[in-house]
């Protein structure tokens, strides 16, 4: 049964994942009325859920692996099964996200709410090129320390972020940025090439305990804290720059 405990963990990765996908598509774009009885298309209220519900599936996600090693019982399937995971919650889920923003941002355009699908089935190369990574993760024996590409958890955190700042931002250049396709075009270019690469980035694992080895997460998480407390929830995507810039520059 002790074996069965990190499994767990990546199920409930799963399970939290397909909340996410939920809240994503439950409802659709809405189009409601401003004060001039102009129309107004907005993706589904509740989207902001799924960034909620991909967070959690990224604690349980690194949960599940230091249970494995804290338990003493990593295994193949519970390997393979954490990829299977993944690529539900940090590659579907959010290659969804992007979807549904594509699509308000083809809505504010004359007949946008009939834009062919071929506009927007870019959104589903973010989880193809999750898919990969993982897929090359899996029979790669030189990441233990270090990862080749960005991982799949931290794209899928960072589009899942969106979102909340579009709920959340009181600024109009941020809430029109979300609304223009070439943005969501930019960020899928930018989180597929991070994936498939194989440019060095950083893990959470250590070979030794120093201050030359906890610097660059030191510095990381400085920014993180000071970026929420003057940005908002653009703070994660400050984080993300962070993490691949320092990655780069440690490695």
């Known amino acids: ?20 996908i939920v809240s994503i598509m439950q409802s659709g774009l809405a189009i409601s009325y401003d ?23 990224a604690v349980v996600d690194f949960f599940d692996g230091f249970v494995a090693r804290l338990l003493k019982v990593p295994s193949e399937l519970g390997k393979q099964l954490d990829s299977l995971a993944d690529v539900v919650s940090f590659g579907v889920a959010p290659g969804l996200i992007i979807y549904q923003f594509l699509r308000l941002s083809f809505s504010q355009l004359p007949g946008g709410l009939e834009i062919s699908a071929l506009f ?14 993982l897929a090359r993760f899996n029979i790669d024996t030189e990441q233990s320390y270090g990862f080749k590409g960005v991982p799949i958890p931290a794209a899928g955190i960072w589009i899942a ?19 223009s396709y070439w943005f969501w075009y930019a ?32 510095i990381l998480a400085v920014v993180s804290i000071v970026g ?5 929830w ?5 984080s993300f720059i962070g993490y691949t810039i320092l990655s780069l520059y440690y490695k």
């Open 1 to 20: 049964m002790k074996k069965q405990i990190p499994n767990l963990f990546t199920l409930a990765n799963l399970f939290f994942g397909c909340m996410a």
């Open 35 to 57: 004060a001039n009885g102009d129309n107004l298309v907005e993706i589904p209220e509740r989207m902001y859920l799924a960034s909620i519900f991909i967070a959690i599936a």
């Open 120 to 133: 927007l089935l870019p959104a589903f190369i973010v989880p193809c090129a999750g898919a990969y990574r």
């Open 161 to 179: 972020s969106f979102p909340l700042v579009y709920w959340f931002s009181k600024d109009i250049w941020v809430i029109n940025l979300l609304r």
């Open 187 to 218: 960020v899928i270019l930018v989180a597929s090439y991070l994936m498939v690469s194989t440019l060095p980035m950083m893990a959470l694992k250590f070979k030794q305990f120093s201050l030359k080895a906890f610097l660059p997460f030191i």
């Open 228 to 232: 929420a407390l003057f940005f908002g």
């Open 234 to 238: 653009l703070a994660v995507t400050l």
